[in-house]
T-cell receptor, first 110, second 115 residues
């Protein structure tokens, strides 16, 4: 079956540091890939997506590139802010089933 | 409505009682999902509706869990004889039928506490 493995947290960074959260997937077909974010006390929000190989999703300074050769979709941001503190979930969508990773808690310190 | 609405937002119930959780998807969204998120864990798939039918119930953890959807709209997740391990946030998501690549819109969830 399909699965998503993402970097275990928690991750703690200082403001303006560079962020990478690794995500790799296993899928029987060619899924769409997503990053979702959950801010404290709020619901899941779609952060960015990529629907085919070599696509780059981007939003709010975050980027992730769909790498078919390494089955990866790593999330990056060049300069994090305190307001980026949240839990980040990598997910894949195939045959209408959405499979999530276990989430990575990010804390950004001022 | 503008987003996916879930109710109640919080529910505290005694062990052994039945609970009903409601999800109002975005109008016109034909696909509807239920997930569960236990404290400190990732999302666990429960059930998926396409229209009013549920082609995939594989995630329901036991026969105490059931769900229905009517009018290709509101869905209800029912947990009978609740147990403490049922305590979690229950999330609903919806998506337009034809947009496989769109991604799902999630509600804010129902936080269920079984005491």
């Amino acid at each position: 079956g399909n699965s998503v493995t993402q970097m275990e947290g928690p991750v703690t960074l200082s403001e303006e540091a560079f962020l990478t959260i690794n995500c790799t997937y296993t899928a029987t077909g060619y899924p769409s890939l997503f990053w979702y974010v959950q801010y404290p006390g709020e619901g899941l929000q779609l952060l960015l997506k990529a629907t085919k190989a070599d696509d780059k999703g981007s939003n709010k300074g975050f980027e992730a590139t769909y790498r078919k050769e390494t089955t990866s979709f790593h999330l990056e941001k060049g300069s994090v802010q305190v307001s980026d503190s949240a839990v980040y979930f990598c997910a894949l969508l195939w045959a209408r089933q959405l499979t999530f990773g276990s989430g990575t808690q990010l804390t950004v310190l001022p | 409505g503008a987003g996916v609405s879930q109710s109640p937002s919080n529910k505290v119930t005694e062990k052994g009682k039945d609970v009903e959780l409601r999800c109002d998807p975005i109008s016109g969204h034909t696909a509807l999902y239920w997930y569960r998120q236990r404290l400190g864990q990732g999302l666990e798939f429960l059930i998926y509706f396409q229209g009013n039918s549920a082609p995939d119930k594989s995630g329901l953890p036991s026969d105490r869990f059931s769900a229905e959807r009517t009018g290709e709209s509101v869905s209800t997740l029912t947990i009978q004889r609740t147990q403490q391990e049922d305590s979690a946030v229950y999330l609903c998501a919806s998506s337009p039928q034809s947009t496989e690549n769109y991604g799902y819109t999630f509600g804010s969830g129902t936080r269920l506490t079984v005491v």
